[in-house]
């Protein structure tokens, strides 16, 4: 049996290919080792670099005299039948709208909120109950701009229609409320700025820039309504006090804490 032993040449190129090869598996997995920690990497460095944020509530508050009076005034007639129930009513309308004309209120400041026409019910002595009339009514909103003759023109209305209607009450008001809004918007944001800067104070930061900022719906509370006032038919003017108008606005606010 004889044994071939491979040449000296042939065992030189067989070495250099192990070599080649070892190389470039190498060369592979080196690249795929070295990617792992630099995605680690990145991934840490994105959480750290969130900055955090507070939320915070601002409240404010801004109050003026009121320069409008708001009535709110009614008319009412019964008679046997419907027709004649409006009839009434529609005189003692008029009557009202004449003489507040007459007080120097334009029309665009009258209203009429309502009208009503409605059954009267008298129950006899067995327990039944059938119409015996009708009663009739209208209500109107009045805007008195010059608030020094409020009472006047609630005298002079009352005078007017008697005892056919009736004075429901009156509100006061400012007849442009952007001023007064704007104020309390204004409180509002240096309350919410003030509150973040706490925040971030106490909690060993420095305020960063604001983040985003909502206003909520402005609200005001109790517009210097007053209740129905006993007036008489020979007093020619009536007392009031017309007290302030305020205006409250909330604002929401997110700050960045550096």
């Known amino acids: 049996m004889t044994i071939r032993r491979p040449s000296a040449a042939r065992t030189a ?17 080196a690249p795929a080792l070295a990617s792992a920690p630099g995605r680690t990497t990145l991934r840490t460095s994105a959480r750290e670099t969130t900055p955090a944020t507070v939320t915070v509530t601002g409240n404010g508050r801004a109050s003026a005299a009121p320069d409008l009076a708001i009535l709110s005034v009614g008319v009412e007639a019964t008679r046997p039948t419907a027709k004649e129930a409006m009839a009434a009513q529609s005189t003692a309308a008029e009557a009202v709208l004449d003489v507040l004309h007459r007080q120097g209120i334009a029309d665009r400041d009258i209203r009429t909120d309502s009208l009503s026409l409605a059954p009267v019910y008298t129950q006899n002595k067995d327990g039944d109950s059938k119409v015996t009339g009708y009663q009739a009514g209208q209500s109107f909103s009045v805007k008195v701009r010059d608030l020094g003759r409020t009472g006047q023109v609630i005298g002079a209305v009352n005078d007017a229609k008697k005892d056919a209607g009736r004075i429901n009450g009156v509100v006061f008001d400012v007849a442009d409320p952007s001023a007064l809004r704007a104020k309390a918007r204004e409180a509002a944001y240096q309350d919410a700025y003030d509150k973040a800067a706490q925040h971030a104070q106490l909690s060993g930061h420095r305020l960063g820039r604001l983040v985003s900022l909502s206003e909520g719906e402005s609200v005001r509370p109790g517009p210097g309504a007053g209740a129905a006032p006993e007036v008489s038919a020979d007093e020619p003017t009536v007392p009031l006090a017309p007290g302030e108008i305020e205006e409250q606005v909330t604002v929401s606010a997110v700050y960045e804490l550096i």
């Open 13 to 29: 190129r067989l070495l250099a290919a192990t070599a080649v090869l070892g190389g470039l598996l190498a060369g592979t997995a």
